[in-house]
Each structure stands twice: as structure tokens, then as C-alpha cells.
């Protein structure tokens, strides 16, 4: 991306990653209940995310803070490492997600 702008899919493959790896941690029904709460996402009948509206940088934002909420430091480790897969914007809101997320441990 010239730009440095992330595209609509590139966003909805790190919201699916996110909730990935909250599965992994939480299970599937805490870690899909919590992503349905964001306002925005759109999702496919087994759970994926496959469109938003809004803002991508303020639904990445509330994603992440409702995991952050619930576990805290777990959550933040198991996100830490798509900031590498993720150069530029997305890895941005990512930091500033986490960091800010973090003030309220």
C-alpha cells in the first residue's frame, strides 16, 4: 500500500485474526459474543466477519478493548504479535488499542 492506508479487506482479515485468536483463548461462543457486540461488524451465520460500516479504526478500537476489558493481559499478548503481519495504519490502531487499553489495568 503506497499509501499507507490498510484496505476494507485487509481490516476484515485482522478483525477475523483478532477473533481467531480469541477463540483460542476465551473459546468460540465468550469470544464471538463480545465481537458481535461491536458496533458496525457484519457477520456470516458461522460467526466470521465479512463487512463493516463505520470508521475501521474505531470498530478495531472497540474490538480490541472488549477482549482487553475481559482478560486483560492475555488478550494483549496474543494480539501483540499481528502488529508484524500488519505494517502502517493497522498496526497503528493496534498499538494505540493496546496501549490504551492497557491504562486501565
Known amino acids: 500500500m503506497p499509501d499507507g492506508q490498510s484496505t476494507k479487506e485487509e481490516y ?5 485474526e483478532i477473533i481467531e485468536r480469541q477463540i483460542v483463548v476465551l ?4 469470544s464471538v459474543i463480545i465481537a ?17 460500516s463505520g470508521e475501521p479504526k474505531d470498530i478495531l478500537q472497540s474490538l480490541i ?6 482478560s486483560g493481559l492475555i488478550v494483549r499478548k496474543t494480539i ?3 502488529l508484524a503481519k ?3 495504519t493497522v ?3 493496534v498499538a494505540n488499542a493496546t496501549a490504551t487499553a492497557s491504562k486501565g489495568d
Open 80 to 82: 501483540e504479535p499481528l
Open 86 to 88: 500488519h505494517p502502517g
Open 91 to 93: 498496526a497503528e490502531v
Open 12 to 16: 476484515i482479515s485482522l478483525f477475523n
Open 27 to 30: 473459546g468460540p461462543d465468550i
Open 65 to 70: 478493548n472488549g477482549y482487553v476489558n475481559l
Open 36 to 52: 458481535k457486540k461491536v458496533e458496525g461488524l457484519k457477520f456470516s451465520d458461522e460467526g466470521k466477519v465479512i463487512d463493516f
